[in-house]
């Protein structure tokens, strides 16, 4: 009867040991999926992150580099008077005029200046090109976000009359002071009233979403370490203990097994009871 007793007991210890073990390997998997999920949502982040602060990078060189082009816009239309007569054409008709100009080159210092506008929109041009080929390799997330703001019209597009601000068309044609004056002041006024408040408000919804962004990511880690930390406490108490017990019991069984009542076991002889 006690043999069936102890048989029963070594049983169930075996049971509960499977148990155990069954727990740890499902912990070991919990723990390796936890990890690969971090590494791949880190990986995900990372990515976006490098794509925002590469769209905010070129966006105030954008910002800077229109800045610059109003700021010798405005000394242009001081430079040029748009009440000068150009002395070439005066005693001719309207067409003589059109005509005059359609072959005429114009003075040397409307050249050197045209050349400098023209320089700066160009260089704008291309900047406006780059910041498109980004916008489109941002996250979708991000830019639904932004087409909210209705900064821009144009949703699929925003930045499609920052471009159009760049042409050069009128410029090209400029061969008079009162042109010259008259390209570089629609320049300035249509930074003014138009692109500046845009541009200023884009870069701080930008700065404004990466500092919302990272304080996410940083949320998402503490979460992650809390989840990790329980895991590991569950495993201890769960788990490893347990196991512990187990082992403890099992010397104690093998111990009363191997020592018949009445009988001292190797401990109690050494110690002298």
């Given at each position: 009867?006690v043999?069936?007793?102890?048989?029963?007991?070594?049983?169930?210890?075996?049971k509960?040991?499977?148990?155990?073990?069954?727990?740890?390997?499902?912990?070991?998997?919990?723990m390796?999926?936890?990890?690969l999920k971090?590494?791949?949502?880190?990986?995900?982040?990372?990515?976006?992150?490098q794509?925002m602060?590469a769209?905010?990078?070129?966006?105030?060189?954008i910002?800077t580099?229109?800045?610059?082009?109003?700021?010798?816009?405005?000394?242009l239309t001081?430079?040029?008077?748009?009440?000068a007569?150009?002395t070439r054409?005066?005693g001719?008709?309207?067409?003589?005029?059109?005509?005059?100009?359609?072959?005429?080159?114009?003075?040397k210092?409307?050249?050197?200046?045209?050349?400098?506008?023209?320089?700066?929109?160009?260089?704008?041009?291309?900047?406006?090109?780059?910041?498109?080929?980004?916008?489109n390799?941002?996250?979708?997330?991000f830019?639904?976000?932004f087409?909210?703001?209705?900064?821009?019209?144009?949703?699929?597009?925003?930045?499609?009359?920052?471009?159009?601000?760049t042409?050069s068309?009128y410029?090209?044609?400029?061969k008079?002071?009162a042109?010259?004056?008259?390209?570089?002041?629609?320049?300035?006024?249509?930074f003014?009233?138009?692109?500046?408040?845009?541009?200023?408000?884009?870069?701080?919804?930008?700065?404004?979403?990466?500092?919302?962004?990272?304080?996410?990511?940083?949320?998402?880690?503490?979460?992650?370490?809390?989840?990790?930390?329980?895991?590991?406490?569950?495993?201890?108490?769960?788990?490893?203990?347990?196991?512990?017990?187990?082992?403890?019991?099992?010397?104690?069984?093998?111990?009363?097994?191997?020592?018949p009542?009445?009988?001292?076991?190797?401990?109690?002889?050494?110690?002298?009871?």
């Amino acid at each position: 009867m006690v043999e069936t007793t102890e048989d029963e007991a070594l049983t169930s210890a075996r049971k509960s040991m499977m148990w155990l073990r069954a727990s740890y390997v499902a912990a070991l998997i919990i723990m390796a999926f936890l990890s690969l999920k971090i590494y791949i949502e880190q990986k995900e982040n990372e990515t976006r992150i490098q794509s925002m602060i590469a769209l905010s990078n070129q966006f105030s060189k954008i910002s800077t580099g229109f800045n610059d082009a109003a700021k010798r816009a405005r000394i242009l239309t001081r430079v040029f008077s748009q009440e000068a007569v150009d002395t070439r054409i005066v005693g001719m008709t309207w067409d003589e005029q059109d005509a005059f100009y359609k072959t005429a080159e114009p003075e040397k210092r409307i050249q050197v200046a045209r050349r400098i506008q023209l320089a700066d929109l160009g260089i704008l041009f291309e900047q406006v090109k780059v910041l498109e080929r980004l916008w489109n390799k941002a996250p979708l997330e991000f830019r639904k976000e932004f087409a909210g703001e209705k900064i821009f019209k144009d949703p699929e597009n925003p930045f499609a009359v920052v471009k159009q601000s760049t042409d050069s068309t009128y410029l090209r044609s400029a061969k008079s002071e009162a042109n010259m004056h008259f390209a570089a002041d629609m320049f300035v006024d249509r930074f003014d009233r138009f692109l500046k408040p845009r541009i200023n408000d884009t870069q701080s919804f930008l700065k404004e979403y990466l500092a919302g962004f990272v304080e996410q990511q940083s949320q998402t880690q503490k979460e992650v370490l809390i989840v990790s930390f329980l895991t590991l406490i569950g495993l201890a108490l769960f788990v490893f203990l347990p196991s512990c017990r187990y082992h403890s019991s099992k010397v104690v069984f093998q111990a009363q097994h191997q020592n018949p009542r009445g009988q001292q076991s190797p401990c109690e002889s050494a110690s002298g009871g």
